[in-house]
Nanobody, 127 residues
């Protein structure tokens, strides 16, 4: 059974920073794509960032346009953990942030069928 547990959310002022963590258990995720998505009230879940496996020890990251230059995704395979460093936060970043995992690659579409999902962590950015 794969489990993903997010942490690190909270309340922060605009311009501030937060680092989200997602700890995975159940198997080694070194060959998995890992991603972050978010869902604001009344909106659909949307892609934020992903860190995909492209073979061997090679990974690549990409980001939604709305967070490029502000957010950074990274992973520590020894700890089975993926991180999302969020800087220069804006009120529009307020959402529940979800971690997701899938063999090799995470798509930017938030598939409930293909991905493992965490329970989410709330991020609130005040103006």
């Amino acid at each position: 059974q794969v489990q993903l547990v997010e942490s690190g959310g909270g309340l922060v002022q605009a311009g501030g920073s937060l680092r989200l963590s997602c700890a995975a258990s159940g198997r080694s995720f070194s060959s998995y794509g890992l991603g972050w998505f978010r869902q604001a009230p009344g909106k659909e879940r949307e892609f934020v960032a992903r860190h995909n496996w492209s073979g061997g020890n090679t990974y690549y990251a990409d980001y939604a346009d709305s967070v490029k230059g502000r957010f950074t995704i990274s992973r520590d395979n020894a700890k089975n953990t993926v991180y999302l460093q969020m800087n220069s936060l804006k009120p529009e970043d307020t959402a529940v942030y979800y971690c997701a995992a899938r063999w090799k690659t995470i798509a930017t579409i938030p598939s409930t069928r293909d991905n493992y999902w965490g329970q989410g962590t709330q991020v609130t950015v005040s103006s």
